[in-house]
């Protein structure tokens, strides 16, 4: 009889869909992270470029600068936009701990990425499938790919843990 492997030590379960972006999410919860300590609800972004290589990242940081817009997938946009030196996102993946809201949902649309990666979904204000599906709705002419749940428990755990120590 051999012994239980430790719970970490186990393989991924195979999951083609969701996998290849578990990376760029953990550097999503890094940023996740890097808010938490600045006071702001932790969520965290990254842009990736067509080819996979990280181009901009963004953490929420509302709190931190006082703006309204200043969600993480707006930041990460923007810079990820001036790193490549024009507005389309052409190929581009945008990889975040939460599910957009409406802005979000609505700024996505606007730099044309061509996928949006998320990790929990938000019940009360999703617009990428929970509430609203801004980024797929069938009226819109350009609409990126969804791909939700990626490491979604350990983005769900952050603001969990958040809202319970405040
Ligand atoms: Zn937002």
């Given at each position: 009889m051999t012994e239980a492997p430790h719970p970490q030590d186990q393989p991924q379960p195979h999951d083609p869909v969701r996998n290849p972006w578990r990376a760029a999410m953990r550097r999503a919860l890094d940023e996740a992270d890097r808010a938490a300590a600045a006071g702001d609800v932790p969520v965290g972004a990254v842009v990736l470029a067509p080819?996979?290589?990280?181009l901009a990242t963004g953490h929420n940081e509302r709190e931190a600068s006082?703006?309204?817009?200043?969600h993480a997938e707006i930041l990460a946009l923007r810079r990820a936009a001036a790193a490549l030196g024009e507005w389309r996102l052409s190929g581009c993946t945008l990889v975040v701990t939460l599910e957009p809201c409406t802005m979000c949902a609505g700024a996505l649309v606007q730099s044309r990425v061509a996928r949006v990666v998320y990790g929990?979904?938000?019940?009360?204000?999703?617009?990428?499938?929970?509430?609203?599906d801004v980024v797929r709705d069938?009226?819109?002419?350009h609409r990126p790919e969804v791909i939700p749940g990626v490491l979604e428990a350990d983005c769900a755990a952050r603001l969990t843990a958040f809202f319970r120590h405040r």
């Amino acid at each position: 009889m051999t012994e239980a492997p430790h719970p970490q030590d186990q393989p991924q379960p195979h999951d083609p869909v969701r996998n290849p972006w578990r990376a760029a999410m953990r550097r999503a919860l890094d940023e996740a992270d890097r808010a938490a300590a600045a006071g702001d609800v932790p969520v965290g972004a990254v842009v990736l470029a067509p080819d996979g290589t990280p181009l901009a990242t963004g953490h929420n940081e509302r709190e931190a600068s006082g703006d309204p817009t200043a969600h993480a997938e707006i930041l990460a946009l923007r810079r990820a936009a001036a790193a490549l030196g024009e507005w389309r996102l052409s190929g581009c993946t945008l990889v975040v701990t939460l599910e957009p809201c409406t802005m979000c949902a609505g700024a996505l649309v606007q730099s044309r990425v061509a996928r949006v990666v998320y990790g929990a979904p938000d019940e009360k204000a999703g617009a990428a499938g929970s509430l609203w599906d801004v980024v797929r709705d069938r009226r819109l002419n350009h609409r990126p790919e969804v791909i939700p749940g990626v490491l979604e428990a350990d983005c769900a755990a952050r603001l969990t843990a958040f809202f319970r120590h405040r």
